[in-house]
């Protein structure tokens, strides 16, 4: 039998994975509403952002619940943390989605200056490190969890690229600056997404073996 | 005879204040590095990031230590969540200076491309956010902290207002296409900065009186 302690382990595990899911969801959308230049879908991104706040609360009172009341200790209640952390960085990504649905709002369904590649790969690879993020904190897999960190690189590099190539249209006609703003707003909210990934996956690392990682990658 | 949690929840205060400190501080510097365009600033700026990286790890290990030996209850749980939480806004607030300062240094010793007025203003309004939200903690003053919440804000007033002028001079002419969008980061980081301040004062809240305060602001 399960203890009051499992129960309630397994009840937020089942929150925090609806709430990746939601936020995925939100950047997903958010990319397609951009490459569609759909401003309907940009507006349902906004609107639904208050669902994905109201679920960040209750796994936050969830958690405290069970710190004040079970007392978790060793794995449990690194688990625990690192779920108030994780929550906050999902919470964050839909935030920055939403970002992104407002830069999709503004460019108000002119056409876009320039086919978007770039971008959705942004997009494609943040996804896939908050899954991947996630696939880690199921299987207790520290090697998974450090790739993902790894990956967030290439989100970088991508950036830098993105905005170079937004520069030379921007200095070629100032009409395409308005846009060139926005895409490049665009492309800094998934940079972001891509660190809030990149967090959840250090959090991963720090529950499955009390390790903490972060900052290792600096200098010094 | 102070309890040992009472002993560690004072040297906590001491170690949390230390950090809001030195992210102030951090702020402070980045912008007096873009207004003197001081580039040898700006690179001890990012330097030193490396010791908040280290406190910020330092914090989180003794909350996490707290609550595995002490089991805290009510207030000093409370208080003891609030600090893991107001630690990675502090963190962040450092990491975006080192942003601002990575932008002095794009600029490279340029001459501005305009007077910068509301860039300063923004960081005042920042720093005072932060400062009046550490304030709130110690008096347990929640009119004080509701009171910063506000303040953010006219910082989103101003980010607005500072994106639209350097739009104008960009479109003006394409020489200032690459110190506009410079600016415009600069801007940007010290509206995220308000943003954290903002949460740090929500938790604030939190501590004080138990009440999550957070997306209460938003619509529905």
Same mark, same amino acid.
């Given at each position: 039998m399960l203890t009051h302690l499992e129960i309630d382990i397994e009840n937020i595990k089942?929150?925090?994975?609806?709430?990746?899911?939601?936020?995925?969801?939100?950047?997903?959308?958010?990319?397609?509403?951009?490459?569609?230049?759909?401003?309907?879908?940009?507006?349902?991104?906004?609107?639904n952002d208050s669902i994905i706040d109201k679920l960040e609360i209750d796994i936050d009172n969830e958690c405290i619940k069970i710190l004040a009341t079970r007392q978790p200790a060793a794995t449990d209640l690194r688990f625990i943390l690192a779920i108030l952390k994780v929550n906050t960085d999902l919470e964050r990504i839909a935030d920055l989605a939403v970002n992104i649905a407002h830069e999709v709002l503004q460019i108000n369904g002119q056409p876009l200056i320039k086919p978007l590649v770039d971008i959705p790969r942004m997009s494609e690879i @943040?996804? !896939?490190? +908050?899954?991947?993020?996630?696939?880690? &904190?199921? =299987?207790?897999? *520290?090697?998974?969890?450090?790739?993902?960190?790894?990956?967030?690189?290439?989100?970088?590099?991508?950036?830098?690229?993105?905005?170079?190539?937004?520069?030379?249209?921007?200095?070629?006609?100032?009409?395409?600056?308005?846009?060139?703003?926005?895409?490049?707003?665009?492309?800094? @909210?998934? !940079?972001? +997404?891509?660190?809030?990934?990149?967090? &959840?996956? =250090?959090?991963? *690392?720090?529950?499955?073996?009390?390790?903490?990682?972060?900052?290792?990658?600096?200098?010094?």
């Open positions: 089942m929150k925090i994975f609806n709430m990746a899911d939601l936020s995925i969801e939100a950047v997903s959308s958010a990319i397609i509403s951009l490459k569609k230049v759909d401003l309907k879908l940009a507006k349902k991104i906004i609107q @943040a996804i !896939e490190m +908050i899954k991947e993020g996630f696939v880690s &904190i199921t =299987e207790k897999n *520290v090697e998974k969890a450090k790739n993902v960190i790894t990956m967030d690189d290439e989100i970088d590099k991508l950036n830098i690229q993105v905005n170079r190539e937004l520069f030379t249209y921007m200095v070629e006609s100032f009409k395409n600056i308005s846009q060139g703003l926005c895409l490049i707003g665009v492309a800094k @909210a998934l !940079e972001r +997404i891509g660190d809030h990934a990149k967090n &959840i996956a =250090e959090r991963a *690392v720090y529950y499955i073996q009390g390790d903490d990682i972060r900052h290792k990658s600096k200098k010094g």
